[in-house]
């Protein structure tokens, strides 16, 4: 077997996620989190390119009941949103959930100085470190508020509930 090498492009450095808002547009309530390399939170002008997307990266109708067709499955209007201001790109990721429990995601990128060119990222990446901390966390309150509660599905608790911290190696 052959020896793999890493390349790093620099020393790894703990990076604060914040929540930054409940969006409701085109039908959808997502939640926006924001994750920087440098600073506290993305750019202002990135968070309002990934509001302006939406429509163009998330289904519609937002709120879906499946047909017949086994590929077109329900989905709920809900989701969430990550806006990372990383050094090499700027990424925006659509999550939406469907099929009871599921979550399905589209990526979309740019360099971060050519926020008008966003598009679909062009690899099957579903995220890096830090942006799948917030996955992580969504999993879980999702599992929470929605698959296991023992009162019914409650997405207005699952809408409420937001993760905001640090992601270091010593803590997801």
């Known amino acids: 077997m052959t020896e793999t090498t890493i390349t790093r492009t620099g020393a790894y ?14 039908g959808w309530r997502l939640k926006f989190y924001g994750i920087a390399a440098e600073g506290e939170r993305p ?36 989701g969430f949103v ?15 959930w469907a099929g009871e429990n599921e979550v399905h995601q589209r990526i979309f990128s740019t360099l971060p ?13 579903i995220g890096c470190v830090w942006e799948l901390a917030v996955t992580d966390f969504e999993r879980r309150a999702w599992l929470r ?7 019914g599905p409650d997405l207005e608790a699952y809408l409420a509930e937001h993760f905001e911290g640090e992601v270091s190696p010593s803590r997801p």
Not at 71 to 78: A, F, K, P
Not at 82 to 96: E, G, K, T
């Open 13 to 26: 450095r703990p990076r604060p996620i914040s929540f930054l808002k409940l969006d409701e547009s085109a």
């Open 43 to 78: 750019r202002p002008e990135l968070v309002k390119t990934a509001e302006l997307l939406i429509p163009t990266a998330l289904p519609s109708p937002a709120a879906h009941s499946g047909g017949d067709d086994p590929y077109d499955i329900d989905r709920y209007g809900v």
């Open 82 to 96: 990550i806006v990372h201001d990383a050094p090499d790109y700027a990424f925006v990721l659509y999550h939406w």
């Open 113 to 125: 100085n050519r926020l008008g060119a966003m598009r679909p990222h062009p690899t099957p990446a």
């Open 145 to 151: 508020h929605v698959l296991t509660n023992t009162d």
